[in-house]
């Protein structure tokens, strides 16, 4: 122990230690009494140094052993002079980090261990650190402790509460990418930490970003390894201990006051952060300026990361800050003007400003100094032309959002006549709005607006300027009266023109300011008085003799009569208790009045839009104004008896608008529906038949109206359904329907089904009675019977009679029978014979075939086929000479298709002699004219014919027995006198068919067989597999089968991977005797199942069907090695239980047709006569065969192969 002073030897300690170890670490604690030891065995000791009578003595005392697991790094808690009055400095903390936990303990005012923390596992050569600073978090000042190992640094928080306990609570964690040797506080927010590949990583705390990174290599860190493995004391240190010494580096880092050194071979190196202001000359060196800037304004707003050097309040760092980044600014500004290119093109400059020029407008703008921005920055800025331009391009964003007022007039004025040089008209009119007029030249902004047709940035002006609201709105109006007056089309321009004026006023007459803000409240009224003023005028300023009455409010209607009426009515809003304001009111209705009602020159539409808007001012409560009643009997008049039939429906609307706003009250009802239906105004007379409630003089008024006749049905459903209206109101309106139901049905007969079937299905009698016209009824049936004709209703609530059925029937036998069938095919509730009496009636065969086969009568209904197909063949054989295109031919081909279906869907159901007596006749009926016509001369379509024929033999092969088929070919009169060569093609044509039949079944065959020989060498290979143990000890005793001392036990491994002593199972009671044998259960996979569960696993394996994943099978008894009669049995190549119990489950898990009664049935098949697996040669009913079974499917591709 030296005295540091004065270089003199204090004392040599001789016993703090074990001998045999290294020391480690040794650390002074905040009392200058009190030391920490930690030696190369792990252990730690507390090193009291006293000085008695003048004799310096030293105790030790160990405070963790290092048998308990050996603690390799120790840091203890130092307090900075000002916090030495904080409360947990009494404890004077110890922290330990040892290979498996880290260890928080107080020396003071006695031994006690505060936490202990064990982590998880680690990379066992990665070092464990500690690192104690006092952080502010949560209102207070407390210690914090970094710990790492490897990639993950835990933080610590320690607390002392109002007991005088202390807590230890964890904070967020820090992953890292890379492994940690050390780990240093710069201050609370910033760490600095040593990879194991010497990179420095500076990292800020709480958002956890790598801010940099820096390559130490060079500096050649030493490193501790020869004390952790103890050379000088003869290396008898633990493994583990001496790993981790391969990277410790403690005692060759240390830190004090911000700054970190580093201690290497030939030097020590010392490390710090830059204050704010070397970060900022640092990157000005570099050149780089705007980085320079953001960096320096991260600082202004206190949202860099690692700061030093910046003290004091928030203000006084902000006006550091702010001072240097007007340097910055200066510097910038010269030296754009200085890199900008001297020659070249002009887009070239335009770039390099556009570049550099918007960095000095932000950020003067955000130092909020506009005065170094408008004066030394602009004035700098404008020797050159381009820069000077970028510069006021770059004040437009700034000042359409209000960011930027109180521009200098010499700056506002080059803005304009800037933009205005590069025709940039528009954005001068959106900065005027947004500017502080008072600066401008009002007379020249006026002209300048006026010419380029900026009129709101002249209104802005005339208002803002001088207080001027008149002014504005005769300008407008001089532009757009004479057109309108002249009656003629409008541009574009006057269009927007008049919008804006229209605009204009409302936002006046509303107290707002144009186009934004607000009027101020000491003008509002004055501004609203003079408006009304200005547009009640008889005559303009400067009128001309012809001009009429009151022009302004003659050209606001003729513009846009309906939006200049809605301004009223807002403004009307508004005047509700002023006096003057209820003046204005009643003269503007009067002057309304006069201009529109006056003259002819207004539409039905402009009319009703003002007798709409009068009626609605009328209407309200507080109505004060007064209109002559004579007045809304003109425009009655005026809309209901127009000398042309002209705008039928405009006229119409404006007067249904002009009711439903309340101008109902205004007219004499019976005289106003008079005057609708001689219009032939339908929605007029819905409206007032509705206020009556005579809803069925309502379904008149739908049915005479074209365009909405057909929402009659609509209207009708509406009223029979939704509740509020009487018995009586229902009665008349179905009564008004019943009347007009041949109108309803011929309009929709859908929809007038659907409305009979939903509200009345009990009156379809009454509806079908009333139909006296055959196609409409037939329309209606159909409709209301068809249900592909998709009305919404359930059929079966219907309950429609039988002979309605049928009428509907008869009736689609007289207009669409070709329908018929198909129509058959989806209806319900007809009879048979009386439908097959209909069908017979009209002569329609096919029909009745179909309806006798629905019967039942199957040769009754082959028999209408067979006659139709003799008759169609006669045909085909008398008639001339044809192309084989004929008709007729198709219509035998289609009659023989269809006969071919009959005899194929219910040949099924008959035995064998029935099944001749179908197809031999249809065979027999197409051979018949290929005998009438001699070999000598062929018939014109005999090829075809023999075509059909082959068909037929093809289809009824299936179902009658080929040697039956060529004994009755053989014993026709006609080709039994030797005349085979006529039926050669016939027969040769079955001959085909057959080998391509017998090809098919023997392939199917071989591929079945490949496949069961497949799956019985899968099966086998399966079964004798061994089985593979996922562990080496039994799972319920938990050990190791081969340190078992009972020679006897048996070791038992389940195809689920578990291992077992059989004496284990014994005591689980997983065993069962069954037929002398012994059956084993898994005790983890049962027992995963609940106990209910395990009583069904028992009747299971009573049965033999436990898993083989669950169970194994062995001798319930051991018999002695000299039995030879056990010797012999076991000699045999036998299946063991638990084998026959796997092969079992395989063929569960292929469950599907069985393979042996497939070979069986095909066997049989191959040894019988007539070798057709697929015929039903057999007599009597079909027989029950595999391959008959409509859900059979061949199976060809191999099962999968399932590994346990």
């Known amino acids: 122990m030296w005295d540091l002073a004065s270089g003199k030897l204090l004392r040599s300690i001789t016993d703090a230690h074990p001998p045999g170890t290294a020391i480690l670490h040794i650390k002074f604690t905040d009392d200058p009494t009190l030391a920490i030891c930690n030696d190369s065995g792990g252990s730690v000791f507390e090193l009291t140094f006293k000085r008695v009578m003048g004799v310096r003595t030293c105790e030790s005392r160990c405070l963790f052993s290092g048998s308990k697991g050996e603690v390799c790094c120790i840091e203890p808690l130092h307090s900075k002079p000002d916090l030495k009055d904080h409360p947990i400095t009494q404890f004077s903390l110890l922290a330990m980090a040892s290979l498996t936990k880290i260890l928080v303990i107080g020396l003071k005012p006695s031994l006690k261990v505060w936490m202990t923390f064990p982590y998880g596992r680690m990379d066992p050569s990665s070092v464990p650190l500690l690192a104690w600073h006092f952080v502010a978090a949560h209102n207070s000042v407390n210690p914090m402790l970094a710990f790492c190992r490897g990639d993950v640094v835990h933080f610590l928080l320690v607390k002392r509460d109002e007991s005088g306990a202390i807590h230890v609570t964890k904070q967020k964690h820090l992953h890292l990418y890379y492994d940690l040797i050390n780990f240093t506080w710069m201050n609370s927010r910033t760490v600095v930490l040593l990879d194991s590949a010497e990179k420095l990583h500076v990292i800020d705390r709480q958002t956890q970003e790598e801010l940099e990174t820096v390559e130490i290599s060079e500096v050649q860190l030493v490193y501790n390894s020869s004390h952790f493995k103890s050379l000088a004391t003869g290396g008898?240190?633990?493994?583990?201990?001496?790993?981790?010494?391969?990277?410790?580096?403690?005692?060759?880092?240390?830190?004090?006051?911000?700054?970190?050194?580093?201690?290497?071979?030939?030097?020590?190196?010392?490390?710090?952060?830059?204050?704010?202001?070397?970060?900022?000359?640092?990157?000005?060196?570099?050149?780089?300026?705007?980085?320079a800037l953001a960096l320096a304004w991260s600082f202004h707003e206190g949202k860099a990361k690692a700061v030093v050097g910046l003290s004091g309040d928030a203000s006084k760092r902000k006006a550091v800050v702010a001072d240097r980044m007007v340097e910055i600014l200066f510097h910038y500004t010269d030296r754009a003007l200085k890199k900008c290119p001297d020659q070249g093109k002009i887009q070239v400059m335009e770039q390099h400003f556009q570049d550099m020029v918007p960095v000095i407008v932000d950020y003067c703008l955000l130092l909020q100094r506009k005065d170094l921005l408008f004066s030394q920055m602009y004035d700098k800025l404008s020797e050159n032309s381009v820069a000077k331009g970028v510069f006021l391009e770059c004040l437009e964003p700034y000042i359409l959002s209000d960011k930027l007022v109180g521009i200098t007039p010499q700056v506002m004025k080059d803005l304009l006549i800037h933009f205005q040089d590069k025709k940039l008209m528009e954005n001068v009119e959106a900065l005027i709005v947004h500017m502080d007029i008072t600066s401008l030249d009002i007379q020249q902004v006026v002209l300048m607006c006026w010419e380029n047709h900026l009129y709101d940035a002249m209104i802005y002006v005339y208002n803002r300027g001088m207080n001027e609201f008149i002014s504005p709105m005769e300008k407008l109006f001089k532009v757009i009266a004479p057109s309108l007056n002249a009656g003629k089309t409008l541009t574009d321009e006057q269009v927007v023109m008049g919008n804006k004026l229209l605009v204009y006023i409302s936002c006046c007459l509303a107290g707002r300011a144009y186009p934004l803000g607000d009027i101020p409240e000491d003008l509002v009224p004055l501004v609203k008085n003079q408006v009304f003023e200005f547009l009640i005028r008889l005559h303009s300023a400067e009128a001309s003799p012809e001009e009429e009455i009151y022009p302004y409010v003659r050209t606001l209607l003729h513009f846009d009569t309906r939006e200049f009426l809605n301004v009223l009515a807002l403004t009307f809003e508004d005047f509700k208790n002023d006096k003057q304001a209820v003046e204005y009111q009643q003269r503007i209705v009067d002057i309304l009045l006069k201009v529109m009602v006056e003259n002819s020159d207004f539409t039905p539409s402009q009319v009703g839009?003002?007798?709409?808007?009068?009626?609605?001012?009328?209407?309200?409560?507080?109505?004060?104004?007064?209109?002559?009643?004579?007045?809304?009997?003109?425009?009655?008049?005026?809309?209901?008896?127009?000398?042309?039939?002209?705008?039928?429906?405009?006229?119409?609307?404006?007067?249904?608008?002009?009711?439903?706003?309340?101008?109902?009250?205004?007219?004499?009802?019976?005289?106003?529906?008079?005057?609708?239906?001689?219009?032939?105004?339908?929605?007029?007379?819905?409206?007032?038949?509705?206020?009556?409630?005579?809803?069925?003089?309502?379904?008149?008024?739908?049915?005479?109206?074209?365009?909405?006749?057909?929402?009659?049905?609509?209207?009708?459903?509406?009223?029979?359904?939704?509740?509020?209206?009487?018995?009586?109101?229902?009665?008349?309106?179905?009564?008004?329907?019943?009347?007009?139901?041949?109108?309803?049905?011929?309009?929709?007969?859908?929809?007038?089904?659907?409305?009979?079937?939903?509200?009345?299905?009990?009156?379809?009698?009454?509806?079908?009675?009333?139909?006296?016209?055959?196609?409409?009824?037939?329309?209606?049936?159909?409709?209301?019977?068809?249900?592909?004709?998709?009305?919404?209703?359930?059929?079966?609530?219907?309950?429609?009679?039988?002979?309605?059925?049928?009428?509907?029937?008869?009736?689609?036998?007289?207009?669409?029978?070709?329908?018929?069938?198909?129509?058959?095919?989806?209806?319900?509730?007809?009879?048979?014979?009386?439908?097959?009496?209909?069908?017979?009636?009209?002569?329609?065969?096919?029909?009745?075939?179909?309806?006798?086969?629905?019967?039942?009568?199957?040769?009754?209904?082959?028999?209408?086929?067979?006659?139709?197909?003799?008759?169609?063949?006669?045909?085909?054989?008398?008639?001339?000479?044809?192309?084989?295109?004929?008709?007729?031919?198709?219509?035998?081909?289609?009659?023989?298709?269809?006969?071919?279906?009959?005899?194929?869907?219910?040949?099924?159901?008959?035995?064998?002699?029935?099944?001749?007596?179908?197809?031999?006749?249809?065979?027999?009926?197409?051979?018949?004219?290929?005998?009438?016509?001699?070999?000598?001369?062929?018939?014109?379509?005999?090829?075809?014919?023999?075509?059909?024929?082959?068909?037929?033999?093809?289809?009824?092969?299936?179902?009658?027995?080929?040697?039956?088929?060529?004994?009755?070919?053989?014993?026709?009169?006609?080709?039994?006198?030797?005349?085979?060569?006529?039926?050669?093609?016939?027969?040769?044509?079955?001959?085909d068919t057959f080998n391509y039949e017998q090809t098919l079944l023997e392939t199917t065959t071989s591929l079945l067989n490949q496949d069961l020989h497949w799956s019985l060498c899968n099966l086998r290979a399966s079964i004798t597999k061994g089985l593979n143990p996922k562990q080496d000890y039994c799972s319920i005793c938990l050990q190791q089968y081969k340190r078992r001392q009972e020679t006897a036990d048996e070791i038992i491994v389940f195809s689920c991977g578990h291992l077992y002593h059989s004496f284990c199972l014994q005591n689980k009671e997983c065993t069962i005797e069954i037929e002398g044998q012994t059956r084993w259960t898994c005790y983890k996979c049962s027992s995963s199942y609940k106990a209910g569960k395990l009583s069904e696993n028992s009747s299971e394996v009573k049965k033999g069907r436990i898993t083989p994943s669950q169970v194994k099978m062995s001798p319930s008894c051991h018999p002695s090695k000299g039995d030879p009669a056990v010797k012999k049995a076991t000699s045999e190549p036998v299946l063991d239980p638990q084998q026959i119990q796997a092969f079992d489950r395989l063929c569960r898990l292929y469950r599907g047709s069985s393979r042996l009664a497939l070979l069986t049935e095909l066997s049989q098949s191959r040894g019988s006569e007539s070798y057709r697996p697929f015929s039903g040669s057999q007599s009597g009913p079909a027989s029950h065969s595999i391959f008959q079974n409509e859900n059979f499917q061949l199976q060809l591709i191999p099962p999968p192969v399932t590994e346990d």
């Open 236 to 291: 008898n240190v633990s493994q583990a201990l001496a790993l981790v010494g391969e990277k410790a580096c403690y005692q060759s880092i240390s830190s004090y006051g911000g700054q970190i050194f580093y201690l290497g071979t030939k030097s020590v190196y010392v490390m710090m952060l830059r204050s704010w202001r070397e970060r900022v000359d640092h990157l000005l060196k570099q050149d780089c300026l705007t980085e």
């Open 609 to 991: 839009c003002l007798f709409t808007f009068l009626a609605r001012q009328l209407a309200k409560p507080d109505n004060t104004l007064f209109v002559n009643r004579t007045l809304f009997d003109q425009v009655l008049e005026f809309l209901c008896s127009p000398d042309d039939d002209s705008r039928h429906s405009e006229r119409q609307q404006v007067l249904l608008e002009l009711l439903q706003a309340g101008g109902i009250v205004q007219f004499e009802e019976s005289r106003l529906i008079r005057m609708a239906e001689k219009a032939e105004f339908y929605q007029i007379c819905e409206f007032m038949y509705e206020r009556e409630h005579q809803y069925d003089k309502i379904i008149d008024c739908y049915l005479r109206d074209p365009l909405r006749e057909e929402e009659v049905f609509n209207y009708i459903h509406n009223i029979l359904s939704i509740p509020g209206h009487s018995a009586e109101e229902k009665q008349s309106v179905w009564q008004k329907a019943m009347d007009h139901i041949e109108e309803l049905v011929s309009l929709k007969p859908c929809k007038a089904a659907e409305l009979v079937a939903t509200h009345f299905s009990e009156q379809i009698e009454t509806v079908i009675n009333k139909l006296e016209n055959q196609v409409l009824l037939f329309k209606f049936l159909r409709s209301l019977l068809d249900p592909r004709e998709g009305i919404h209703v359930n059929q079966e609530l219907l309950q429609i009679s039988p002979c309605i059925t049928e009428q509907f029937i008869e009736l689609l036998c007289q207009f669409s029978p070709t329908q018929v069938i198909e129509t058959l095919q989806v209806l319900e509730g007809y009879r048979l014979e009386e439908t097959i009496q209909i069908t017979q009636k009209y002569q329609l065969h096919e029909v009745t075939a179909y309806l006798l086969e629905k019967k039942g009568d199957v040769h009754g209904a082959f028999s209408i086929m067979l006659k139709r197909l003799q008759s169609k063949l006669q045909e085909i054989t008398h008639q001339g000479e044809t192309t084989r295109e004929d008709p007729s031919l198709k219509d035998v081909e289609e009659t023989m298709v269809e006969t071919i279906a009959l005899c194929q869907r219910n040949s099924h159901n008959l035995n064998q002699q029935q099944r001749e007596a179908l197809w031999f006749p249809l065979l027999e009926a197409m051979m018949a004219p290929q005998k009438l016509s001699s070999s000598a001369t062929p018939h014109l379509h005999s090829e075809a014919l023999k075509s059909l024929t082959m068909q037929v033999l093809n289809s009824m092969a299936a179902f009658i027995a080929l040697p039956s088929i060529l004994q009755r070919i053989l014993q026709d009169p006609v080709y039994g006198k030797g005349k085979l060569g006529e039926i050669q093609g016939l027969i040769l044509g079955m001959l």
